[in-house]
C-alpha cells in the first residue's frame, strides 16, 4: 500500500514512496548544470518533479529510467507557478522485491470497461436505422479490444485506463437526454456521431495495454483523428453501400465537432446534431477537467491553474457532498491485482 497519494500531496510535505514515470528527460538548466525533469503519476493524478544538479554519473543512470517504470523517490513537496511539485533527492528504480501493487499507479475511468461497452453497444444495437445500426456496430466491434483499455488523450481530458469508452458513455447518456427535450434531433444521428467522432484516437494515439500513452503515431502526428476519421468512415461506408447523403453528414460530424480552426475543424457545424455533437463533447471534456482539478482540493479553497480552461483555478465550496466522482477516483476498476 503506498503511504502518499498525489491528490493529497501538500506543500512541505517530505516523503519517501513509489510512483509511475509519466515522463521523463535530462536537460540542462540557465545555469549551464543539468537536471532531471519527470512527470510522475499514480492512481489519482500526475504531478510535476525535477531533480537538480545531476552529476555525470548520476546522469548515465537516470537516463536508464523509461516511461511506464515504477520508481521510488525521496522528496520534498514544493510550489512553482501555484503548482505543486516534488523537489527530488534521489530516485532509483523498482525492483520485485518491492513487491508493489500495479493498480496503485494506473490511473483509469471509474466504470468497468466491459460495462461502459455492453452500454454503448447497446445503444447502438437499439437504433431504428439500419445503416447508422449496422455502421455503429462494425466499428464497436473492430474496434472492441483497444477500446477496453485506451485512453481519449495522450494528456489531458481522459488519459486513462478506459478513458475513450468513458468519454463515449457520458457523452451517449447526455446525448440520449438531451434528444428529449430538442425533439427536432435525430437520436440515431446523434449516437452514431458521439460513438465515431473519436474513435479514430485508437490509431492517433500510441498506448500500451495500461491506457498509458506516450505520445502520437506518425499518422496521428501527420493526419490527426479528425482526418483520419474522415477517411475510415468514408472506405466503411463505400464498402457498405451507404447513402451517400448520410455518409457525408456523418463524415462532417466528425470534421465539425472541434468548431473551431485552431482546433481542428475547418468547417463549422452546418446542420442540428453536428451542433450538438460539439456541444456534447465540451460539455464531457470540461466536465472531466473540472472534476480531475478538484480531486485534490480542499473544501473552501481553490485549484491549482487549470490550463486546459483558461488557466482558471476552480473553487470547492466548504459543503461540498463528500461521496462525489472526485473520491471515486481512488477505486480501481480494473483487474490490474498483480505484483511488480
Known sequence: MKDFYIKDLRKDTELTDFFMVKSSALRTGGNGKTFFDITLGDMTGEVSAKKWDVSNDEADILAKIKDGDIVKVKALVTEWNNTKQLRVARIRLSVSSDDL???????????????????IYKQAEDMLDEDLRKLALRLLTDN??????????????????????????????????????????????????????????????ESNEFGISPGYS????????????????????????????????????????????????????????????????????????????????????????????ENRQLYKPVDADADTNAEKQGQVTMDLSVEI
Open 101 to 119: 501493487d500495479l493498480a496503485d499507479y494506473i490511473k483509469a475511468a471509474p466504470e468497468p470497461s466491459a460495462e461502459m461497452y455492453d452500454y
Open 144 to 205: 472492441k479490444e483497444k477500446l477496453m483499455y485506451y485512453p481519449a488523450a495522450s494528456k489531458n481530458h481522459h488519459a486513462e485506463f478506459g478513458g475513450l469508452l468513458y468519454h463515449m458513455k457520458r457523452m451517449l447518456m447526455t446525448g440520449i437526454c438531451v434528444c428529449g427535450i430538442y425533439t427536432n434531433l435525430n437520436r440515431d444521428l446523434i449516437i452514431t456521431g458521439v460513438i465515431i467522432h473519436d474513435m479514430e484516437k485508437i490509431n492517433e494515439i
Open 218 to 309: 506518425f499518422e496521428g502526428k501527420m493526419l490527426g483523428h479528425i482526418v483520419q476519421g474522415i477517411k475510415t468512415i468514408d472506405r466503411l461506408t463505400l464498402e457498405m453501400n451507404f447513402p451517400r447523403e448520410k455518409a457525408i453528414m456523418l463524415e462532417h460530424m466528425i470534421l465539425s465537432h472541434h468548431y473551431e480552426p485552431e482546433f481542428g475543424s475547418p468547417k463549422k457545424p452546418l446542420f442540428p446534431e453536428a451542433e450538438m455533437l460539439h456541444y456534447l463533447d465540451i460539455i464531457d471534456a470540461r466536465m472531466f477537467d473540472m472534476e480531475d482539478a478538484l480531486t485534490a482540493v480542499l473544501p473552501g479553497e481553490f485549484s491549482e491553474r487549470v490550463f486546459t480552461l
